[in-house]
């Protein structure tokens, strides 16, 4: 009787990112490549550019799935698809299209060596990352009186004039280099923070020089570094003190982005406010234990899209933390929170 050769989880993942294209092709034939990435709707499967999955180099195989907010290695994306998370099912699946048994075992050794390999490549490349958001955010003046991020935001009907000073999560850089146009642009800067209060990322929105907006870009709004978990602490409300010393019971209002949070800010200064810079994020943000109760500042998505699904997400993963959990909406109509104050200034 024959037995199944012991492979280190690991080495399999490896195995299967060095085959990340047909295993894509595979799981997920509805996609398509964009150069080094395959792309697709979402772990669902329908045609899209929601989710991401990575070809080649360091983080072949590595995935993630903006629409439900969720992402992980080669052998996750198994599990994900075919087995709703289930990791030993997905090993049996990996080990019969790999065909592992007949394999060479010396080619394992090789396979586990390059996951090491490509593990410590991520982190230094998430190191590079911060240190060059971190620089950038410095590079940065911390006024934004009388700069394009002003006028900008002032013509979201955000007035950070009412407020008595800008939050010192934002800055503004005059001419921040756009890798799309290969040309600088006005920015708006904005720090992620871990729950520590470090530097993770920041959040660049490029803006025109002529004062009207955004700047004429396919991607104005980009981030660098890895964010999950972190958030722009953009207000301390009433307590004017630091996330990790909030006091007991407090209310925290949380965003998906910048303006919206903002919006809050201008509307509700009395409470402590953050941007957790994207939808899928939301789950991911940690908070202290005094945070009693969090309201989401949501937007009017379509009933049963992803978008909906990801913030029901959020919402059962505060709960399961013990705390109370509020979704506020603009009226029906209304997309956002933005859209409502510039309503009533209008």
Request: with cysteine; proline share 6%; glycine share 8%.
């Amino acid at each position: 009787m024959s037995t199944a050769r012991p492979v280190d989880i690991s080495v399999i993942a490896a195995m299967l990112a060095d085959r990340a294209e047909a295993l894509c092709a595979a799981l997920l034939p509805a996609g398509v490549r964009e150069g080094a990435e395959w792309r697709i709707g979402s772990i669902a499967g329908e045609p899209g550019r929601s989710m991401a999955v990575h070809l080649r180099g360091a983080k072949a195989g590595v995935w993630y799935d903006w629409a439900a907010g969720v992402g992980g290695d080669a052998l996750d994306l198994v599990a994900r698809v075919l087995f709703r998370d289930d990791k030993r099912q997905a090993m049996c699946w990996a080990r019969a299209w790999l065909d592992i048994d007949n394999a060479d075992p010396a080619s394992f050794e090789q396979h586990r060596q390059n996951a090491i390999s490509d593990r410590a490549a991520t982190q230094r490349e998430d190191a590079s990352r911060r240190r060059q958001a971190t620089r950038l955010f410095l590079e940065a003046q911390p006024s934004l009186a009388g700069t394009a991020a002003e006028a900008y935001l002032r013509g979201r009907a955000i007035d950070l004039a009412q407020l008595g000073r800008q939050p010192r999560s934002l800055r503004f850089h005059p001419a921040l280099w756009n890798q799309e146009t290969q040309r600088p642009w006005p920015a708006l800067v904005a720090a992620i923070v871990n729950a520590g209060g470090c530097m993770i990322a920041i959040h660049r929105t490029w803006l025109a020089p002529d004062n009207r907006g955004k700047a004429p870009l396919r991607n104005p709004k980009m981030t660098l570094g890895r964010y999950s978990g972190g958030s722009i602490r953009l207000w301390r409300g009433a307590s004017g003190k630091p996330l990790k010393n909030a006091p007991q019971s407090e209310t925290v209002l949380i965003a998906e982005g910048i303006e919206d949070a903002l919006s809050a800010v201008i509307a509700a200064p009395e409470h402590r406010v953050l941007a957790a810079v994207s939808l899928a994020n939301l789950a991911n943000l940690v908070l202290p234990q005094a945070i009693g109760t969090v309201v989401i500042l949501a937007q009017n998505d379509p009933a049963g899209s992803p978008a909906v699904r990801v913030l029901d997400r959020a919402v059962d993963a505060f709960r399961r933390q013990g705390r109370r959990v509020k979704l506020a909406r603009p009226p029906v109509l209304i997309k956002d929170i933005n859209d409502l104050l510039r309503g009533a200034a209008d």
